[in-house]
């Protein structure tokens, strides 16, 4: 290296060399990368008679680096990296003299590929699933002998599609099948329908990667030699669910099957990770960080996507919205479907839905008085049963098993503490006095999350030994049912009676006659990770095509309309306006449930991707230097607008803007939609307020007229004052993009260790 180096910097008359800039591509930050590989590229062209040499620590990696074909930049997937910092230095050598005429260095931070980087300590216990998990082939991952990091040895095996439309195992790599089924590629060629599947684990988790491949013609794929077949697109999938995803690798399954025939088909990879399926692992954060490695992984594996897709239902439109905000540049684009904000928002919404169900249930006179519609009113479901139904959505909080909950006809059993059977039973929590358990792990969102959210003490368990999540749960100032108190619906006796007895609950999820009171700090760091959506980090630069293909807002559904629209409202108050979130609605194969699995999307998935398709090939089409969200917006088609199909035999589209409501345009006539418990006492829409700021009672502030003695009960309800909702919440502040809580000291929010 010496014999070049002291040249560095030098300059000659025959060679003009630009500046160089050398950038890892296989990640998003120098800072965050794993596995101790990175893909890096050289920015700047090198001269006519110079030469690259590259090296890593010293080392020389200069084999490494070859001429990508698509533009004739240098590129190079090094390895070798050491865990923690490296250093690359890279000169362009004269090829007469082994002169260094130009120079430049990048700073590497490499993680093991079993993570964590950024999500903080790894959670405990953890059951892995290397060994159960079953592959396509029907055979399962070889896992590593008494590895507490549930490592396997990557598996790669072929499937192809045949001709009566399912996947079948390739076993003779060497010759294609006479069923094989046929596609065009993306040069409009003839192809055979075959799939290379790999699966290997990634920060714990077990990723999946899925592509178009010919093993009889496709070399072994690297970034520079891609299968010929894949479109050079990526679609990354995400699972559904919340409840039972804590302390396990993947005892439930992948929930986005990577084996995806709709995307396949059209020439995308698809990929996965157990720990992307929220019924595996209900935290975000964690969630993003599995996305990013195994993005990362991809990449090392077959290049660099031209764009990539994140998709989901439910748990996994959830999935697709907050990493696509907290992580920008990780996701270019979400199709998403029976869209929630964030599990943060349905539990706020499920608790004031479940202490409402509590009330209407008890015994108390006041509680007996209120009809069914005026439940409704002070609910804003359209029906009592799907405020029971949504109420039961707060077990994602619940550590009590087995806790005896209002019922309802038609409505499941309030589930809490939902456990999936890999956890034994002997490591979980429980605050039965006969035979507690206070140091066993807590089934909520809270403790799974509690990197972010923090912890502090049981008050329960008196030996100060165990610690639980703190919560984002506050009602302190809530006045249920203000709005229907306002228009008559309600008396002024059945309003203060129902506030004055609708309590809260305590750290384990029980009832109680006080308010809750959130922790200000599990709060603000619930903003500042993204756990609470909030639309102006990634997402403000994204299009989003957002479809609702489960409808029913009178049954026990859950899956409400005004939580996509809540999801929207908040892009559109980050930004300005929401004109890259696109809203379609309904259509005759619209199911009531997630229990139909015929229905949902059934005459809606190839119109979405299609048009979504469209969307994204234009956006990547601008080589423009303009801001990324101008180019979203300006390569919108024209044809893609909001709107709603009617319940014909052949879906029309019914072109308008989607609002919230029963009344007032052919959709919400179609599909009306119903409000939620909080927007009745005074939210808005955006419904990101997670503890309100608070002010003195005023008579004026309402419209109806109170006695004195009426005035003294209602300020003995409220004696801190009730929220004023035209304030931000308190701590609301904006996500901070790529967010840490450990190891990585990059943009370190929070060290629950501290």
């Not at 006479?178 to 993306?186: C, E, G, L, P």
């Not at 939620?676 to 006492?681: K, N």
Request: proline share 6%.
């Amino acid at each position: 290296m010496a014999a070049f180096i002291s040249g560095c910097g030098s300059s000659t008359s025959e060679i003009a060399v630009p500046e160089m800039k050398l950038e890892v591509v296989s990640s998003t930050s120098a800072a965050l990368v794993s596995g101790g590989t990175a893909l890096l590229k050289l920015k700047s062209d090198l001269p006519t008679g110079t030469s690259l040499k590259v090296y890593l620590n010293n080392v020389d990696v200069s084999s490494a680096f070859k001429k990508d074909p698509s533009d004739g930049k240098q590129v190079g997937l090094v390895s070798g990296l050491a865990s923690g910092a490296n250093t690359v230095l890279a000169y362009a050598v004269q090829d007469d003299n082994a002169t260094a005429v130009k120079s430049t260095s990048l700073d590497l931070t490499n993680y093991p590929i079993t993570g964590p980087i950024f999500s903080g300590p790894q959670m405990t216990p953890f059951i892995c699933a290397t060994g159960t998990l079953s592959l396509p082939d029907g055979t399962k991952l070889v896992a590593t002998a008494n590895d507490p990091n549930c490592s396997a040895s990557t598996n790669v095996q072929y499937q192809y599609r045949t001709t009566g439309n399912v996947f079948k195992t390739l076993t003779d790599t060497k010759t294609i099948p006479a069923d094989v089924k046929t596609i065009q590629n993306a040069a409009g060629a003839s192809v055979p329908y075959v799939v290379r599947v790999e699966t290997t684990t990634i920060n714990r988790g077990i990723a999946q990667i899925t592509i178009l491949f010919d093993p009889t013609t496709d070399v072994e794929p690297t970034p520079l030699t891609p299968p010929k077949n894949w479109n050079k697109r990526l679609v990354y999938g995400h699972g559904t669910g919340c409840v039972g995803g804590w302390y396990h690798q993947g005892a439930a399954g992948f929930g986005y099957n990577p084996m995806n025939d709709a995307w396949l088909s059209r020439g995308y990879a698809v990929a996965n990770n157990t720990l992307n399926h929220p019924s595996n692992a209900c935290n975000n954060v964690l969630s993003g960080e599995a996305a990013a490695m195994t993005k990362e992984y991809f990449i090392k594996r077959f290049g660099v996507p031209v764009f990539t897709i994140s998709t989901g239902t439910s748990g996994g439109a959830i999935a697709s919205l907050q990493l696509g905000d907290m992580y920008p540049g990780l996701f270019d684009g979400a199709l998403i479907d029976a869209t929630f904000p964030d599990v943060i928002t349905i539990a706020q919404s499920g608790a004031d839905g479940h202490l409402l169900s509590n009330y209407f249930a008890s015994n108390l006179a006041s509680a007996v008085s209120f009809t069914a519609v005026q439940k409704s009113a002070v609910s804003g479901y359209l029906a009592e049963i799907t405020l029971v139904a949504n109420g039961n959505q707060m077990g994602r909080t619940d550590p009590v098993q087995g806790r005896v909950a209002p019922t309802f006809p038609g409505v499941g059993n309030y589930a809490s503490a939902v456990w999936n059977a890999a956890v034994p039973a002997a490591l979980r929590y429980d605050a039965n006095p006969a035979a507690p358990n206070f140091l066993g792990a807590r089934p909520t969102m809270f403790d799974i999350g509690v990197n972010v959210y923090g912890k502090g003490p049981n008050p329960l368990d008196s030996s100060g030994k165990s610690t639980i999540g703190l919560r984002t749960y506050d009602n302190v100032g809530v006045q249920y049912g203000l709005s229907a108190l306002n228009s008559g619906a309600i008396t002024v006796t059945q309003f203060l009676d129902m506030n004055a007895s609708v309590g809260g609950f305590d750290t384990d999820a029980n009832p109680v006659s006080a308010r809750s009171v959130g922790d200000a700090g599990a709060i603000l760091r619930a903003n500042q990770s993204g756990l609470l959506l909030n639309g102006g980090g990634g997402l403000s630069a994204i299009p989003i095509l957002d479809v609702s293909n489960i409808y029913a807002e009178d049954t026990s559904n859950y899956h409400m309309q005004w939580e996509h629209f809540s999801a929207r409202e908040r892009v559109l108050q980050a930004n300005g306006n929401a004109d890259n979130y696109i809203m379609w609605r309904g259509g005759p194969g619209t199911a009531p449930t997630l229990a139909n699995p015929a229905a949902p999307i059934a005459a809606l998935s190839v119109n979405s991707i299609a048009a979504f398709e469209k969307w994204m090939e234009a956006i990547a089409s601008d080589k423009s230097a303009d801001p990324q969200r101008t180019k979203v917006l300006r390569n919108k088609p024209a044809d893609l607008t909001e709107g709603c199909f009617d319940k014909s035999a052949v879906p029309k589209f019914i072109s308008e803007k989607q609002t919230m409501g029963t009344t007032g345009s052919q959709c919400n006539l179609l599909w009306p939609s119903g409000r939620f418990p909080r927007m009745e006492a005074g939210v808005g829409l955006a419904s990101n307020n997670l503890k309100c700021e608070l002010k003195p009672i005023a008579a004026a502030d309402y419209k109806v007229t109170f006695t004195a003695a009426e005035m003294a009960r209602l300020a003995s309800t409220f004696p801190s004052g009730v929220c004023d909702f035209s304030k931000p919440g308190v701590n609301f502040t904006k996500v901070v993009p790529w967010a840490s809580f450990g190891p990585s000291k990059v943009n370190l929010v929070f060290d629950v260790t501290k």
